[in-house]
């Protein structure tokens, strides 16, 4: 999916019921307009899959207005569906993509990103936007906790709700509260009034989050707190799981059941109330899951309507209308065009070779399609395609296409790459794009595309960190020795070394090309040497000792680091590496693929590479986590790699 991270809370104010308690207390005189119905919390959201890889990261205000669509409608059976199965051309297909990307962990889900509700113990649904959206009211309601803390829920807001129809049963009135999790900015008060549709903030990453995102949950009055969460830290901890595990174990899973209802299930209920319980938005009902199992999805054929079915209510195609029969004049005999109509565009395809070379034109194939995926042989339209360089640095031979370039459905233009890093190029036809892959250089003799670790070491190739062997190879498996380790941190992470020093350890050269990295690290407190004033510098480093260098070149706090996440199972709390591998595989900076790390290896060149380019990425961007989506802008890395 190229797309998104689970998130999560990592702990509970100790006292949040009893700030709960004097919130009632405080506010308890005043209540609610009456219920008048529901909206979402979320009006817009982009549609992902029609983004490029740079403006994944933009903020609200800065995404083109025409690549936002309506919060997709929260339908279960959808979000289980394989994402591989889904067809980028498809409308459909499309639509549930986004609804994938954006109900990124379901209500009572799990972190594996798999869809599932009933899953895990998460008592929420995790909404993934971009950082500044706005945030709206669900109804209409009072404003008992306006709350910043630098973790947990970070920024958030509870509204309660009171004399509201009931999930289950719309006849009975009830008091819920819905609350709104990790905003960048809050624009209500405790105390205040506020009405459906009323914005109360903007979203963002506050507290313990991954990426840009709302945690909106919707509590009942059992819950002894708001926002409520099923378990706390110990007991997390004496069932021998981690925060993130212990949702996904479906610790406190009864816990939540009993004090929450299915937010966005709720919201799309009662969207056309009016003030009757029968008139609920039956195309949007869900029934809950009975706590302790699974929820079944049904089978969705690419094919359909983007309203399927839900595993439990028949849903009716979204925004159906009827169109009133026009009367017809017997009497008058129409005019019949025969001649067959054009397909309409639908989608755009692009063709091209995956690496180039600096200074020789490449050709890419751009084709027009229609709804079935078919070329429109003899394509038409009015509408310029505009062709755009995303990254990297090239020549275009044109900046936009006609239809009087396509030859049925084919057209192509050549780009004139002038520097060695990734090219990315897009087209776009009114609210139809495409964008390619990153383009890299041609690399060493002994790497092709196709191998893992290929856009990490041809990254640092291009950008002089590795120049490999004098026979064109990498040599991905070799070992690194330990000065050899160093020179690849400094040089990656472009830290400042003097072109001189005297080094006193016994086995080494001041003198020797490594002696200005050895005398850097050790100033910065990377490196600190063996017993007998020894360095040992042609020995070959371990995966823990490279990770240990890299954290504490880096910058971060490797030594009091507090793990978060899921470890190896090779990788024990009583182990010296422990805090910087933890920190490394939580900054998703190491692979895990597989649950060992294999500490005491020693590391391979094509294992530095990786791990070093995501350290790259994420230093460049002001992330604070390696993610797939993050890019290479030429003028950011330019800025990075300026001489300190």
């Keep these: 999916m190229g797309i998104v991270a689970a998130f999560m809370v990592t702990g509970l104010l100790l006292n949040a019921n009893m700030l ?27 549609s992902w899959v029609d983004l490029t890889t740079s403006e994944w990261k933009l903020p609200y205000d800065q995404i083109p207005l025409n690549k936002f669509i309506d919060l997709p409608e929260y339908i279960p059976s959808q979000l289980v569906v394989p994402f591989a199965s889904l067809d980028f051309k498809n409308a459909a297909d499309k639509a549930i993509r986004n ?14 990103l798999d869809g599932r509700e009933y899953a895990g113990s ?16 669900i109804a209409n309601g009072l404003v008992i906790k306006s709350d910043s803390q630098t973790g947990g829920f ?60 709302v945690h909106f949950q919707i509590d009942n009055d059992q819950a002894p707190w708001h926002i409520y969460w099923p378990y706390t830290s110990k007991e997390a901890s004496d069932a021998g799981l981690s925060f993130w595990d212990a949702v996904n174990a479906g610790l406190g899973k009864d816990k939540a059941l009993a004090t929450t209802i299915s937010p966005v299930a709720y919201v799309q209920k009662f969207l056309n109330y009016s003030g009757k319980a029968s008139d609920t938005s039956t195309n ?36 159906t209308t009827t169109t009133p029969a026009q009367p017809v004049n017997i009497t008058t005999q129409p005019t019949v065009d025969v ?65 009087k370039d396509f030859d049925n459905g084919i057209a192509q233009f050549s780009l004139t790459p002038t520097a060695d890093f990734g090219i990315r190029v897009s087209i776009t036809s009114g609210a139809i794009s495409k964008t390619s892959d990153v383009l890299e250089e041609s690399s060493f003799s002994d790497l092709n595309q196709t191998d893992e ?5 041809n990254f640092l190739k291009n950008n002089d960190i590795v120049r490999g062997y004098p026979d064109g190879t990498f040599k991905p498996n070799n070992n690194v020795t330990r000065v050899e380790a160093l020179k690849f941190i400094y040089e990656g992470l472009n830290k400042d070394v003097k072109p001189r020093a005297f080094l006193q350890f016994a086995d080494t050269d001041s003198k020797a090309w490594y002696a200005r990295y050895i005398a850097a690290a050790q100033k910065d407190g990377v490196i600190k040497g063996y017993a007998n004033n020894l360095f040992k510098p042609a020995n070959p480093v371990t995966r823990a000792e490279f990770v240990k ?35 490394a595989r939580d900054k998703n900076l190491l692979d895990t693929s597989t649950n060992l790390f294999r500490p005491n290896d020693p590391i391979k060149r094509a294992d530095v590479a990786a791990i070093l380019y995501r350290t790259i990425l994420v230093s460049v961007n002001h992330s604070r986590n390696f993610d797939k989506s993050l890019v290479v802008n030429a003028d950011d890395l330019a800025q990075f790699y300026k001489k300190v």
Excluded: C
């Excluded at 309660?160 to 009975?172: F, I, K, L």
């Excluded at 020789?360 to 755009?388: H, R």
């Design 122 to 137: 998460h008592l929420a649904v995790d909404i993934k936007i971009p950082m500044g959206t706005p945030l709206y009211a």
């Design 20 to 46: 709960d308690y004097q919130a009632n207390l405080l506010f308890g005189g005043k209540k609610s307009a009456p219920f008048d119905g529901t909206t979402y919390p979320v009006k817009k959201v982009p």
């Design 339 to 403: 001649t067959p109509a054009t397909p309409a565009l639908a989608a755009l395809d692009l063709q091209y070779n995956d690496s180039f070379k600096v200074g020789t034109p490449q050709i890419f194939k751009v084709m027009a399609l229609d709804n079935s995926g078919q070329l429109i042989q003899n394509f038409q339209s009015n509408q310029e395609i505009s062709i755009k360089l995303e990254n990297g640095s090239g020549t275009l031979d044109r900046t936009y296409l006609t239809a």
């Design 154 to 213: 970070g920024n958030s807001v509870v509204l309660r709700h009171d004399d509201v129809p009931s999930m289950n049963d719309p006849a009975t009135l009830t008091t819920y509260y819905s609350g709104y999790g990790h905003m960048s900015s809050i624009v209500v008060n405790e105390g205040d009034l506020v009405s459906k549709g009323q914005l109360i903030g903007y979203s963002g990453e506050s507290g313990t989050a991954t990426t840009p995102h």
């Design 99 to 112: 609804a994938q990307v954006t109900y990124s962990t379901p209500y009572m889900g799990d972190y594996k």
């Design 284 to 319: 949007n009902t869900v029934t809950p899951t009975p706590a302790g199992t699974t929820s079944t999805a049904t089978t969705v054929s690419p094919t359909l309507p983007a309203a399927t079915v839900d595993n439990s209510t028949e849903l009716p195609p979204a925004n």
């Design 453 to 457: 670790n290929f856009v990490a070491i």
């Design 549 to 583: 260098m890299l954290v504490e070149a880096a910058g971060y706090d490797g030594q009091n680091y507090v793990a978060l996440g899921k470890s190896y199972s090779d990788v024990k709390a009583k182990d010296w590496f422990y805090t910087y591998v933890s920190l």
